[in-house]
């Protein structure tokens, strides 16, 4: 099991950035699929970014693409959501999830392992 801690959320203006960390604490971090979430009021949990468990494969969906770029490092147990030209729709609460496989997924109800998940706010 994968334990993960999210960080980085706040308050943003529209058209600005953050950066959202996850730290994972677990074994074999370099063979979990890591995955952002993001659930905005009244919304499904939705998936923003999915990189696979070395680094080389990346999914977005059409809404964030060219905005968000996801990345880990797992020398130090760790993946990232880089966020930039933030709208007002991003508002949510983003959750870092984990699944073991090498295999990219977008649902929600294929990831085992979650976050308490960090809040972002994008209001002027």
């Known amino acids: 099991q994968m334990y993960l801690v999210e960080s980085g959320g706040g308050l943003v203006q529209p058209g600005g950035s953050l950066r959202l960390s996850c730290a994972a604490s677990?074994?074999?971090?370099?063979?979990?699929?890591v995955a952002w979430f993001r659930q905005g009021p009244g919304t499904d949990r939705e998936s923003v970014a999915v990189i696979n468990s070395i680094g080389e494969n990346t999914w977005y969906p059409p809404s964030v693409k060219g905005r968000f770029t996801i990345s880990r490092d797992n020398a130090n147990n760790a993946a990232y959501l880089q966020m930039d030209r933030l709208r007002f729709d991003d508002t949510g609460v983003y959750y870092c999830?984990?699944?073991?496989?090498?295999?990219?997924?977008?649902?929600?109800?294929?990831?085992?392992?979650w976050g308490q998940g960090t809040r972002v706010t994008v209001s002027s």
């Open positions: 677990g074994r074999d971090f370099d063979k979990y699929v």
């Open positions: 999830a984990a699944r073991r496989s090498k295999t990219i997924a977008v649902g929600p109800d294929l990831y085992t392992d």
